[in-house]
């Protein structure tokens, strides 16, 4: 499936029931994404209520870089995790992402030290051992092959080097998850449908990808089944957003 016009539908209702097991869901993203590129960045700042810039602080925060690190952050959308990195003083970020538009976007606001390379994240084009830190914000969900990616991750890092991954979970509270899925569920897709004109189906794939997907457990499983070790979780606004800190053992 090539990436078609914004206003087809990427995603029906047959397709939304189990998103994840999509033959072509890798395509179906890409072009869901080079649909929603121009407002992606306005729309998580309407659905987050501004708490996405805060998410992304934290979790660089957790890192701990140093100023020899080199960061690469995959799935890097409109660039906004690899700036906040960059803030942050390393030696060196690449961003990477398998839409051209996104990309586009993100190499329109250049950074010092930052570099931008189109990618799919479980085909990284870079060298085993060549880098300090790889971090990834609300990306894994999407790609055709977990298992895959996060194997791309753990070869590309140096022994001893970090994977951070931010991701979306339901919050354990029922009280909170109850008014979460509501939100998730009726409220969100019409709200940033709106606000961005998509018609898609990105964000009816959005609450639907996130309830199928792997929740906290089954997540550390399989950074360890990767070949990470040490993972340390924090969730965040009531746990709507959780962080994985783990190393290349």
């Known amino acids: 499936m090539a990436a078609g016009p914004s206003n087809s539908v990427v995603w029906d209702q047959s397709r939304l029931a189990d998103p994840h097991r ?20 306005r729309v998580n700042r309407w659905l987050s209520l501004g708490r996405d810039a805060s998410w992304r602080r934290r979790a660089v925060a957790m890192a ?17 995790f690899a700036r906040a990195f960059a803030k942050a003083g390393p030696a060196l970020v690449v961003g990477s992402d398998f839409s051209a538009p996104m990309l586009a976007l993100a ?3 250049p950074v010092a030290r930052a ?11 870079f060298a085993d051992a060549s880098f300090d830190v790889v971090s990834c914000a609300f990306g894994i969900r999407n790609f055709q092959n977990l298992a895959g990616g996060l194997g791309e991750f753990h070869r590309v890092l140096r022994s001893g080097g970090r994977v951070v991954i931010l991701e979306f979970s339901i919050p354990s509270f029922p009280l909170a998850a109850g008014m979460y899925r509501l939100y ?14 998509d018609r898609t189906g ?48």
């Open 22 to 41: 999509q033959p072509d869901k890798a395509m179906r993203v890409r072009a869901m994404f080079d649909a929603i590129a121009p407002t992606y960045e």
């Open 64 to 80: 701990a870089l140093q100023s020899s690190d080199r960061v690469l952050d995959v799935a890097c959308g409109t660039g906004d």
């Open 107 to 109: 190499a329109a606001r």
């Open 115 to 125: 570099q931008w390379c189109r990618a799919d994240g479980t085909a990284l084009p």
């Open 184 to 197: 998730f569920r009726s409220i969100l897709p019409r709200l940033a449908t709106w606000i961005s004109g």
């Open 202 to 249: 990105a964000y009816d794939y959005l609450p639907q990808s996130v309830e199928t997907f792997l929740d906290e457990p089954a997540l550390r499983r399989a950074l360890a089944d990767a070949g990470f070790a040490s993972c340390v979780t924090r969730r965040m606004t009531a746990g709507i957003v959780t962080v994985y800190l783990a190393r290349k053992a």
